[in-house]
């Protein structure tokens, strides 16, 4: 792949992003080596790798390979015979316990978890356990053998431990007895590996022993007593020896090592390997990349596409169609509209997509397989070189020019630019014209209006622009096909404050085919605009139509299971209520032919009346609605002779056939039933009139029912319930009031320690009937109501 294109697309950026994901150094040089490939067969494998450990970093996180250490040195010289030291044995067992860790990592938690491509590298892995514990056993830190390493090392180290506490007894008693008044410092100090005390220079005839060291003055004499003399000496010899069996033990663990060199390097290829897919993984999860589709025909469409080196908060995603209908895309439109950055994101998704990375795009976005990328972009002026921005410019497209074919990609930025804008113009026509003849897959970014009118007569070259803001001079960084761009030019020196008389003689001096061309430009923008604005309204009708008849279906089904609901209890309550009355039915034919063969007085009579009053009083009580509207209360002068009435207790309608007396009591004829009722327990029975107001309907007995809209109050009254009773009620109530068309109720819940309120809140938050709520005005209630606006 050309390197300069690569530079001037930086893609070294990336793979500088790509090596601080892994964490071996193997891993980072294999990081640091990868280039883009031009088998799709090999592409395709390496975009699986990636795409699987970022499936597995979602699911299980991301495994360790901080401890694979280079040990291919190590494993050479233990193929020869080498033995090896501690810290390097200690290196190939942290490379064990990695790959130990890696494979658990590699296994599947459930039998049904599918197989990835991935599955074959962690089978390869062999960790090795009994040989990495016998080594971290004998050498638990790097340059430290462990005293359990062998019995021989463990008798050695003791006879030392013995030895110097010996040595150290002595010496102490020499430091606190006979020798003190001769010492500089009553200490016991090292000189070499022998145990010595500071004696003073005068004294040295006073103290037998062997002189190792002297200060500098001269003053001071560091001598080893006779008395320990011997005891050192059998120090050094066991230190010696101690030595001689480290020398063993690393001799026999490099020995063990050595049966497993090709066990040991497999592991650590296969984990520098995993490493480095895994940093793959790392780098899509962090850009939100996903795995492009690739095909050899050269078709591009890259779908929201974010340039990966750009701020992710402030990028503006492009999509961008190249090869299939149109194989040169020509985009124009003013400077630091974007679209260099759109020339940078098509070139460098294509590198990082044949190098195996995935790309930030959304799902499903093509790129295709090329050869080579070739990239004109920047100011390549050279001082040193004698050369123009336009010598650079043709420097470099020349060298390409002769080797691009239908496989390559170019790119090029601001081309024809440097020189005399009509000649620059010719020649960059001419330039494209042969990359198109010859089936190059082209982008050029540009600032000439006749390559917008060579785009818009030529087949196969489609135009493009970046769009930009004239109101607020700032680019949208949006790509649009299919539409030449504008310069903009007089629009943004007007609103930076050129002189208006300055614009109108500059537009004079435009030929008339330039200011038509320059009007078609803009007719066509705002036809753009246009149809944009109405296939965002004909999106947000198609999104509210779906919305409402999803809640439809949900109310139709919610309605329906209340509908099954009440009807089963209904039915179950008609059930109760007609066994109830059979059994009354049949005690009261029971005790009138009692009466009839009997002798019963008639208040005997009266009082049996009474308790089956009262019974189906209370029969008729359970079968009251709670939602029914209290009874109007009448006054005496309300009834008159033959007015029609319901005794409420007894559920059985009469006519009054007296007024009421002093304490309000009336006598109703209720079929060939006679009997004084207290008018409390009377209802007056209104006459139903000829006409169906709206909300009722006549029954089949001549009677009429309210409708919802009659029945429900706007108001609910919560207080003194618990959230658990009050969330129940409201349920029901705020079904009641959407079918009634309310379009706002008062939920009264009181304002006490705010829990009620709280948790009324919580459920109004989740129904979709639910426009909006607030608290309630001064004047509404306060903290203690809360306002329901429903849909």
Not at 355 to 364: F, T, V
Not at 526 to 536: A, F, P
């Amino acid at each position: 792949m050309n390197q300069k294109s690569l530079t001037k697309l930086e893609y070294n950026k990336i793979i500088e992003l790509l090596t601080e994901q892994a964490s071996s150094f193997g891993g980072q040089s294999r990081c640091r080596r990868l280039k883009p490939m031009t088998d799709i067969v090999a592409i395709t494998k390496a975009q699986e790798e990636t795409a699987a450990s970022f499936t597995r970093i979602v699911k299980k996180g991301r495994p360790s390979f901080g401890s694979v250490h280079p040990v291919s040195d190590s494993l050479k010289r233990l193929e020869i015979g080498g033995t090896l030291g501690s810290g390097e044995l200690l290196r190939i067992c942290k490379v064990l316990e990695n790959t130990a860790q890696v494979k658990s990592y590699g296994r599947h938690e459930n039998a049904d978890d599918a197989e990835d491509c991935l599955e074959p590298l962690f089978s390869q892995l062999e960790p090795l356990t009994p040989l990495s514990t016998e080594i971290r056993r004998c050498v638990p830190e790097e340059d430290e053998i462990s005293d359990d390493a062998s019995s021989t090392l463990l008798k050695i180290r003791r006879s030392m431990n013995q030895i110097n506490d010996k040595v150290h007894a002595t010496l102490t008693s020499l430091v606190n007895g006979s020798l003190r008044s001769y010492l500089q410092d009553p200490i016991i100090t090292m000189r070499g590996d022998r145990y010595c005390v500071p004696v003073k220079a005068e004294y040295r005839s006073q103290v037998q022993g062997l002189i190792h060291d002297q200060s500098a003055t001269g003053s001071t004499l560091f001598i080893e007593p006779m008395s320990v003399v011997k005891l050192n000496n059998d120090l050094k010899e066991l230190y010696a020896k101690e030595q001689e069996e480290i020398q063993v033990i690393l001799a026999r663990l490099s020995a063990d090592a050595a049966e497993h060199t090709d066990a040991i390097r497999t592991d650590y290829s296969v984990l520098t390997e995993l490493d480095f897919i895994f940093a793959k993984g790392s780098l899509a999860l962090s850009q939100n990349a996903s795995m492009p589709r690739f095909n050899t025909e050269g078709r591009i469409h890259i779908r929201e596409g974010r340039h990966p080196l750009l701020d992710k908060k402030a990028v503006v995603p492009i999509t961008v169609m190249l090869g299939e209908d149109f194989d040169l895309l020509i985009v124009t439109g003013p400077n630091t509209g974007g679209k260099t950055v759109s020339l940078k994101t098509v070139g460098l998704f294509t590198l990082m997509g044949q190098a195996g990375l995935h790309i930030p795009a959304l799902d499903r976005s093509e790129l295709a397989v090329f050869d080579q990328v070739y990239a004109d972009i920047g100011d390549e002026q050279s001082i040193e070189q004698s050369l123009s921005t336009f010598s650079s410019h043709m420097t470099n497209i020349v060298s390409f020019l002769k080797q691009v074919n239908d496989r390559s990609l170019v790119l090029f930025d601001e081309l024809g630019a440097g020189t005399d804008p009509t000649e620059g113009a010719a020649l960059a026509i001419s330039i494209l014209n042969y990359l198109h003849e010859r089936g190059v897959r082209t982008m050029a970014t540009t600032h000439y209006s006749e390559l917008k009118v060579y785009a818009l007569s030529t087949p196969g070259v489609e135009n493009a622009c970046c769009e930009f803001d004239v109101e607020t001079l700032r680019p949208t960084y949006h790509l649009l096909i299919g539409i030449p761009g504008k310069s903009n030019a007089f629009a943004i020196a007007g609103k930076l404050g050129l002189p208006e008389h300055i614009i109108a003689d500059a537009r004079t001096r435009l030929s008339e085919q330039d200011e038509s061309f320059e009007d078609l430009l803009t007719d066509l923008e705002s036809s753009r605009r246009t149809i944009e604005k109405e296939q965002e309204e004909i999106a947000a009708y198609k999104r509210e139509l779906e919305r409402l008849k999803t809640e439809v279906n949900d109310k139709k089904e919610k309605l329906e299971a209340q509908r099954d609901r009440i009807l089963k209890e209904a039915n179950e309550k008609a059930r109760e209520i007609l066994e109830d009355a059979k059994e009354t039915a049949d005690e009261t034919i029971r005790n009138f032919h009692k009466f009839g063969k009997e002798n019963i007085s008639a208040a005997e009579m009266e009082k049996e009346r009474e308790r089956l009053r009262k019974k189906i009083g209370s029969v008729s009580e359970k079968t009251k609605l709670g939602a029914d509207r209290p009874k109007k209360q009448h006054k005496p002068g309300d009834f008159k002779l033959g007015e029609s009435v319901k005794v409420l207790s007894m559920n059985l309608t009469g006519t009054v056939t007296s007024l009421p007396d002093s304490r309000g009591n009336v006598t109703v004829q209720m079929g060939i039933l006679r009997s004084q009722v207290n008018i409390s327990d009377l209802e007056i029975i209104e006459e139903a009139p000829s006409y169906t107001a709206k909300g009722m309907h006549r029954t089949g007995k001549g009677k009429m029912k309210l409708g919802k809209s009659f029945s429900v109050s706007p108001e609910i009254n919560l207080l003194g319930k618990t959230v658990d009773e009050a969330v129940a009620a409201l349920d029901k109530y705020l079904d009641d009031a959407a079918l009634a068309h309310l379009s706002s109720v008062r939920v009264v819940h009181g304002k006490g320690t705010g829990a009620l309120r709280a948790g009324i809140h919580n459920y109004l938050r989740r129904q979709k009937h639910v426009r909006s709520f607030r608290l309630g005005a001064f004047g509404e209630g306060d903290a203690g109501v809360t306002i329901v606006e429903l849909k």
